[in-house]
């Protein structure tokens, strides 16, 4: 039976990061995906926005790393040869009570130590974005935007160059707590590691279960994007 130091259960931008970090050790690294490929899952759905960290409530590990993680972000791209674009982001106020909001989120923001916010008249949206329509707007000098399945592809194979094995098509179905590893039940055999990372988005519940962790519960919620042609 394969024995690891480390085990990862899920290939997201999540579980991609870690392998890739981890691989900088010497130690012998899994990780286990349970679809075709990496990044099939919330990780190459979402809006591939680089957040400054303004929405987040201070005081907060959220905001604590969501600040942390955008400075970090175009460092990490360039390393990994990954188009990585500060373009900067606007949040538009249409009337006055929607100024107080965008107050709102500078304080929240300041607070949380993100770095360049401003609050810009009519003019200055203008300039930025001619076809914005808004009375104010919070200009945020640091958001960004990438491509998060390069990205996640990226971290994956890095990690793999690195000496990390990736397991593809390959679900975690149980897992059993021994005294000195963890045996992980897979569709494609049996692993065992001495630590476990979970990483596997919203069925890390599920696996949580599995080592007798019962305190988590997902909600999971549906949205829509809307492509529209030009
Ligand atoms: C609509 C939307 C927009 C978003 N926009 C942004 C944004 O602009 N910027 C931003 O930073 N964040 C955004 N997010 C959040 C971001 O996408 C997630 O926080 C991130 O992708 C989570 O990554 P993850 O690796 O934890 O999870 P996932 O990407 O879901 O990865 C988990 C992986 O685990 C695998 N897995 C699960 N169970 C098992 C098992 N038993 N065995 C093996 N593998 C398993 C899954 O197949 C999956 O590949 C958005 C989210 C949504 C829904």
Sequence with gaps: MNIYDFAIIGGGVVGCAIARELARYKAEILLLERECDVCFGTSGRNSGVSHAGFYIPPNTLKAKLNVLGNRMLPTLCNELDVPFREIGKLVVAKNDDEIKYLEKLKRQGEKNGVVGLRIIDKEEIRELE???????????PRSGILDPFELTIALAENAMENGADIMLNCEVRDIHVREEFFELKTERGDFRAEYLINS????????????????????????????LDK
């Design 200 to 227: 596997s988005g919203l069925s890390a519940d599920e696996i949580s279960r599995m080592v007798g962790i019962e305190k988590y519960k997902i909600y999971p919620c549906r949205g829509e994007y809307h492509v």
């Design 130 to 140: 001619p076809r914005v329509n808004g009375i104010k707007a919070l200009y945020s």
